[in-house]
């Protein structure tokens, strides 16, 4: 361990002692909740307050690992084994238990059973779990997905299966882009869903539903729903909007989908002689974003997935949290780790995910198209949460303009056509939004992109792609600065 990590302090992966407490239990939460999540380090002899390093005398370090190893080792159920070893920093020995994620999931304090001794790392501190994610650990554990679990307090009639293979391909024929991809969905059967888990068989032969079943076909309102907000600002203060979506799993994806937009702005840009529209955040993104979170929501959690939008940000939650194995690092690069896996060979099938692991990286290259930060990931240990942001800021917007101009004009060059300025400049004032922004331009050529976006009550990426469109076609050029620059309208 490096002086540089001590003085970074305590986190969600280390914890600090000034010395081993005679109570092991101060110190065996923490032990449980490393082992039941991704791992970590308790070092004894600094102060967790100061960060001092107090140092273990050197006479009895050994005694102290001793102590330790014994005490995880009886303590904790199933058994954990700790890698424990000395350091010296500064001529003073602390002494490093280091806890690597277990593998036989969920591990408790034996002394507490494990009803109330399974405990796991929230924000830096340990908790002790509740039922349902103590269930989650043994789901995970065991390789098993929960919507896989079979329902035998619930049957399932021939007609209700049929009914569902019916609404699946129905909805697979509805998502097919082309002639091609409607002629090679095929149809689904009762078998089909035996394989996906999504129908299980007893050991008597009896067919029941299992969890995705009923998901899919929006029977448990409780466990499985979406709910969705938009608020005033960037805090959840104010309602301006609030729905809560039920019903099979497939139709909360699309009615949240379109409250999203719905709830967005939505500006135009010029393609030839055409007027398109086009929302701040990239569409396509934002469904796969929601879609993402139902493959990895963990539906035992008394809590549900939540769509909220804000003045500056899309920010979309899913309960659960990261599967093991798998980090934020790894996700950008497209590693994909699948909670519910019978709902994913359904959503597949219906044409709602497009290819396994594609989806985040992306997300990444659509928000730098549209001229937005990148998306931010937040791991909240027990969810997590993407925010997508719909506008920079102002200072980030001053400082990278500069840069985005000088990109846009290489961009320009690149694919600038010739066209006749006459009848372009008909089109383009035919145009609301380009009217407004040379009417604007036209009062002060000075004025920024931000302003152009406040006067026009256009999003800034739309003004964007507008000023982008008036000089591919010659009607506009900016000269000097961006700062002290000023924009000419030629006509």
């Known amino acids: 361990m490096t002086r540089e990590e001590i003085l970074a302090g305590e986190s969600k992966n280390v914890e600090f002692k000034v010395e081993r407490p005679e109570k092991s239990i101060k110190y065996m939460k923490s032990v449980v909740a490393f082992a039941n999540g991704k791992g970590g380090r308790i070092v004894f002899g600094i102060d967790d307050e100061t960060r001092e390093i107090v140092g273990i005398p050197e006479d009895c370090v050994f005694r102290e690992m001793d102590a330790i190893t014994n005490a995880i080792s009886d303590r904790c159920e199933p058994v954990i084994v700790p890698d424990v070893y ?127 079943y009923i998901f899919l076909t929006g029977q448990e309102v409780f466990l499985s729903k979406i709910q969705c907000g938009m608020f005033k600002g960037t805090t959840r203060a104010v309602f301006v909007d609030k729905r809560d979506y039920e019903g099979p799993l497939w139709q909360q994806v699309e009615e949240a989908f379109k409250f999203v937009l719905r709830n967005i702005r939505l500006g135009a840009r010029i393609e030839g002689l055409y007027r398109k529209d086009i929302y701040e955040l990239p569409p396509d993104s934002i469904r796969e974003i929601i879609i993402n979170a139902v493959m990895n929501c963990s539906f035992l959690q008394s809590s549900h997935i939540q769509v909220a939008i804000y003045d500056d940000r899309l920010e979309i939650t899913s309960p659960g949290g990261l599967m093991p194995g798998v980090t934020i690092d790894r996700m950008k690069e497209g590693y994909s780790q699948i909670r519910n896996r019978a709902l994913a060979h359904a959503f597949s099938y219906m044409n709602l995910i497009e290819g396994w692991g594609t989806g985040i990286p992306r997300l990444f290259q659509e928000m730098k198209e549209y001229g937005l930060p990148e998306p931010e990931f937040v791991d909240m240990e027990t969810a997590l949460r993407i925010n997508l942001y719909r506008a920079l800021s102002d200072s980030e917007n001053s400082t990278d303009q500069e840069t985005n101009l000088e990109t846009d004009q290489e961009t320009d060059q690149e694919t600038s056509q010739e066209t006749d300025q006459e009848t372009s400049l008909e089109m383009i004032k035919s145009n609301s939004s380009c009217e407004k922004i040379i009417n604007e331009i036209s009062s002060n050529p000075f004025i920024t992109q931000i302003k152009l976006a406040e006067k026009t009550g256009m999003s800034r990426s739309g003004v964007k792609y507008v000023l982008k469109q008036l000089q591919n076609e010659g009607l506009l050029e900016r000269v000097g600065s961006t700062k002290k620059g000023q924009w000419i309208i030629k006509k």
């Open 86 to 212: 000395p350091q010296t920093i500064d001529g003073k020995t602390i002494i490093i238990v280091e806890i690597s994620a277990g593998k036989q999931k969920p591990y408790y304090i034996k002394q507490d059973g494990i009803t109330d001794g399974v405990y796991m790392r929230v924000s830096g501190t340990s908790r002790k779990a509740d039922r349902e994610m103590t269930k989650e650990m043994y789901y995970e554990s065991e390789g098993r997905s929960y919507d896989t679990v079979i329902r035998r307090d619930l049957s399932v009639s021939e007609e209700d299966i049929e009914k569902l293979c019916a609404d699946m391909k129905g909805v697979a024929l509805a998502n097919c882009k082309n002639a091609a991809q409607r002629q090679s969905v095929k149809e689904v059967t009762k078998n089909i869903l035996l394989n996906w888990g999504v129908l299980a068989e007893d050991e008597e032969g009896v067919i029941h539903p299992t969890n995705a």
